[in-house]
């Protein structure tokens, strides 16, 4: 039982490249999420799913994509990188319930030049 | 919309000391609240949670109590370690929807031999 796993780890763009961050988990967990982490700014959501189809916006979504074709993989998309998604991405999973914890992966830290 | 507001940091203490990082929310409803913590160079875990007023929350020494008249969900520990060095963020879910979580911006606890 790995828990939810990101690759890469790290990875430098350049402007107007595009990339696909992995997440996967193995929990059987409906809901995953993708967040930023900026300093100062704590985490703030970009997308989120609640099941295989289903995906909605989070807080700042602008700038990136997302699909969930099966239940356990949920890749977040940069279609063309700007330095303003400078950050630590962090994909999170979660059971039904409103106190159910999530469960984070170590994070993909991403610099765009 | 939903928010939470805690301390800021950084935090320097000496082993032994007391700990409380203060944390305030505004929500609709009524929201879970979490306490999540972050080592240094990894993701998120839980490290308490409280599902409803006056509950407490309680874990590796820590404690967290839910005052739904104040607001409030301090974390307090009473004798902290170096080991407890991490970034601490207050979070909470609500209207059923655990999996968007918003957090605080994070303080930096620093404990010092």
């Known amino acids: 039982n790995a828990g939810v796993t990101q690759t890469p780890k790290f990875q430098v763009l350049k402007t107007g490249q595009s990339m696909t961050l992995q997440c996967a988990q193995d929990?059987?967990?409906?809901?995953m999420s993708w967040y930023r982490q900026d300093p100062g700014m704590g985490l703030r959501l970009i997308h989120y799913s609640v099941g295989a189809g289903i995906t909605d916006q989070g807080e700042v979504p602008n700038g990136y994509n997302v699909s969930r074709s099966t239940t356990e993989d949920f890749p977040l998309r940069l279609l063309s990188a700007a330095p303003s998604q400078t950050s630590v991405y962090f994909c999170a999973s979660t059971s039904q319930g409103p106190s159910a914890e999530q469960y984070f992966g170590p994070g993909t830290r991403l610099t765009v030049t | 919309g939903n928010s939470v507001t805690q301390m800021e940091g950084p935090v320097t203490l000496s082993e032994e000391a007391f700990l409380t990082i203060n944390c305030t929310y505004t929500?609709?409803?009524?929201?879970?609240l979490f306490w999540y913590v972050q080592y240094p160079g990894e993701g998120l875990q839980l490290l308490l949670k409280a599902t409803k007023a006056d509950d407490k929350g309680s874990n590796k020494g820590f404690e967290a109590t839910y005052r739904k008249e104040t607001t409030s969900f301090h974390l307090e520990k009473g004798s902290v370690q170096v080991s407890d060095s991490a970034v601490y963020f207050c979070a909470l879910s609500g209207g059923g929807s655990n999996y968007k979580l918003t957090f605080g911006k994070g303080t930096l606890l620093t404990v010092n031999p």
């Open positions: 929500a609709t409803g009524y929201p879970s």
């Open positions: 929990m059987n967990h409906e809901y």
